[in-house]
């Protein structure tokens, strides 16, 4: 979808062949991989496996991932400017905690639900500061980020806490039908948009502009005039709430607050995104791979439940391998384009 | 003075030594070393002991974190070796016999430099990025562990073994002997000889040290094998410590404890130069940390918490920018204050 939105570059002036060879542009390389791999993916696992193809399978991936969509598409921007927040897992944690306790309190949603955005937002906001004025890795910042929210989110309540809200469980049952048993939840809903926001900030606004431009190379944006420091710190302010947002898709899902939830997942979130063909280095990629990377995480999920027959262990040697198989296949694919 | 408080291992030594310090407030006997039974005894022996693990980690990290790749598969690769050593010790016949124990451990040592090969091939042949690289291992690894140990706690009883990691030579403990050493053979190595210049041009830019004659690839693979190869003697330290192999609990989160740790003892996560000091020094300040959460009494629940606020006092009083930011106000300030 953001295909479209990329500025037209300069056509090369290619020695004219003998037969019209179709060559997507070198930047499209990596997202077209994902896609046709992912495609690859959904038809073995429509081959083997009986009742794979159910178009509710495929949106239950939706369903199950709108969380983690919602996180990712955060920490595309983060890493499109080359870094990194390996916070969100703790602010999911510390958003569903702070939310599950607020609303056993009994504080009406409408506060609770602005109140927990702004945490995630401020301690964004917070980190992006850290890492700006005072050069600190963001790597670190943003672990002493994690530490912290997973800490006061311990602090507040060790145990799981159920949400028994009405507002809260109204928005988890909220279902779109779009015929006999296939709907998607009010998490994909919210996801879809969050994810069409990004994409659309990323290619037309002037701010999309200077995360690329960051991500690329820092101290030429900086020599070009551009808000480095506001940039910077705008990216892990917007991870901060993709973050707490994400939370807050958790709580619906899980209709509990726990401070052990969202563990390690900000590493899938990462991954997610590299699937998606965006650079840690930054610079390079689009929130439409980060889409397909978390796709192609939830695939995987999906085929290890129809396989059914796997322990807790082979479970995690098969993601293992099937996250390698993808990675490497997709690794040659991009390099045989370039 | 000045130049004392610009030496890189400054921020450091000073976080170490007020931690040292704090401990001495909460208990009076902290600095006093015992000799008991023959073993050297006291908290600070303690820390030695309990550091050496993330020592052997972060060193392996400092190689990697060199040349620019990251290595998030450490801990896994602990689960692992443990998991194998406890795994064949049970099966041995006499597991009291010296011989096949030291047998037992180079297998294990062998299996994790196998991995060690393995995530340098990806990352250096296949040329994946090294953070999914390795995390690949990382996701895989704790399963390859579990389905060593099928699932379960294998617990072990082998007195040679349990040398490894709670054992003591000459008073002083065997784990703290054995990090020495490795931290003693990698400075010889990188320092003496011309690898640790091979490894910081190959961080700065693998291309150009290609292009000058540097087999890259080659170095590239070595760090990541040294990695792997620390992170299975830091396993088999800790599964003798404990003597049992938990496939969970084994290096959990040592990965970031790891990388914090380089990063504290200021080598970039950019790559390029890199310094062991500061990374075992780093271990040590974090292991310093958890030990003092538990003596000053902090609970459960806020340890965490306390590390943070450590973590985040710490980094940004490394942060150049941020003392001249703060000292700076107060410079200016002592200027108003006499007119």
Redesign the interface.
Do not use: W
């Given at each position: 979808m953001i295909d479209v939105s990329t500025p037209p570059t300069p056509q090369r002036n290619r020695p004219i062949l003998g037969r019209r060879v179709y060559r997507p542009n070198t930047r499209h390389v990596p997202v077209l991989a994902t896609l046709v791999l992912l495609i690859v993916m959904y038809s073995v696992g429509v081959y083997n496996y009986e009742g794979f193809g159910d178009t509710q399978v495929l949106l239950n991936v939706f369903v199950d991932n709108a969380f983690l969509l919602v996180v990712a598409v955060g920490m595309t921007f983060v890493i499109l400017t080359g870094g990194i927040d390996l916070s969100v897992g703790a602010v999911i944690a510390l958003t569903t905690t702070v939310t599950a306790t607020l609303l056993a309190a009994g504080w009406p949603a409408g506060v609770v639900l602005p109140l927990v955005l702004l945490i995630g937002t401020v301690m964004g906001l917070g980190m992006g500061a850290v890492i700006h004025f005072f050069k600190v890795e963001p790597f670190i910042a943003t672990l002493a980020g994690m530490f912290l929210a997973r800490g006061l989110s311990l602090l507040i309540d060790r145990n799981s806490i159920p949400i028994t809200n009405d507002f809260w469980i109204q928005m988890a049952q909220k279902r779109f039908r779009f015929g006999e048993g296939v709907f998607i939840s009010l998490n994909v809903v919210i996801a879809l948009i969050v994810v069409l926001i990004a994409a659309l900030v990323l290619a037309w606004t002037r701010f999309g502009r200077n995360v690329y431009a960051i991500g690329g190379n820092a101290d030429s944006a900086l020599l070009m005039g551009l808000p480095v420091g506001r940039t910077r710190i705008a990216v892990y302010t917007l991870s901060g709430f993709c973050a707490s947002l994400g939370g807050v898709l958790y709580s619906f899902y899980t209709s509990s607050g726990y401070s052990l939830h969202g563990q390690g997942l900000e590493l899938d979130a990462i991954a997610a995104v590299v699937i998606g063909g965006v650079l840690l280095t930054g610079g390079s990629g689009y929130v439409l791979g980060t889409v397909l990377g978390v796709l192609v995480l939830g695939l995987i999920q999906t085929i290890i439940t129809f396989q059914g027959d796997l322990n807790s262990w082979w479970t995690r040697i098969v993601v293992g391998i099937l996250l390698f198989v993808f990675i490497v296949l997709q690794r040659l694919v991009t390099r045989k384009a370039k | 003075m000045t130049t004392l408080l610009r030496h890189r291992l400054f921020w450091p030594t000073a976080v170490l030594v007020v931690l040292l310090a704090s401990n001495l407030v909460f208990s009076n006997n902290f600095f006093s070393i015992t000799l008991q039974d023959g073993h050297l005894y006291g908290s600070l022996i303690d820390i030695l002991r309990r550091s050496a693990p993330l020592v052997l980690v972060a060193l392996g990290m400092t190689l990697v974190i060199a040349t620019g790749g990251i290595d998030?598969s450490v801990g896994s690769v602990m689960a692992i070796s443990g998991a194998l050593a406890c795994l064949l010790i049970g099966d041995l016949s006499n597991p009291d016999a010296l011989g096949p124990v030291l047998l037992v451990v180079g297998a294990a040592i062998a299996l994790c430099v196998v991995f060690g090969l393995w995530n340098g091939f990806?990352v250096a042949v296949?040329?994946?990025?090294p953070?999914?690289?390795t995390?690949?291992?990382?996701?895989?690894?704790?399963?390859?562990?579990?389905?060593i140990t099928g699932?379960q706690i294998l617990n072990v009883h082998s007195a040679p073994y349990r040398v490894i990691g709670a054992g003591y030579f000459l008073a002083v403990p065997v784990s703290f002997l054995i990090a020495a050493v490795a931290v003693g053979l990698t400075v010889a190595l990188t320092r003496r000889t011309a690898l640790g210049l091979l490894l910081e041009s190959v961080g700065g830019s693998p291309t150009a040290s290609r292009l000058a004659g540097i087999r890259a690839r080659r170095i590239t693979i070595m760090v990541y094998v040294f990695a792997a190869a620390f992170a299975g003697v830091a396993g088999l330290i800790y599964s003798s410590d404990v003597s049992s192999a938990d496939?969970n609990a084994a290096g959990n989160l040592i990965e970031?404890n790891a990388?914090?740790a380089v990063?504290l003892g200021g080598t970039?996560?950019t790559g390029g130069r890199f310094s062991i000091a500061g990374s075992v020094l780093g271990a040590v300040i974090i292991t310093t940390l958890d030990i003092t959460a538990v003596s000053v009494g902090v609970p459960v629940?806020?340890?965490?918490?306390?590390?943070?606020?450590v973590?985040?006092i710490l980094?940004?009083a490394q942060?150049?920018?941020?003392r001249a930011?703060v000292f700076g106000r107060f410079g200016t300030k002592r200027v108003e204050v006499p007119a």
């Open positions: - | 998030l990806l296949l040329g994946i990025q953070i999914i690289a995390l690949i291992l990382m996701v895989a690894g704790r399963g390859v562990a579990q389905l699932g496939s970031l990388i914090l990063v970039a996560l629940e806020t340890t965490l918490l306390f590390k943070a606020v973590v985040i980094c940004l942060s150049a920018t941020f930011k």
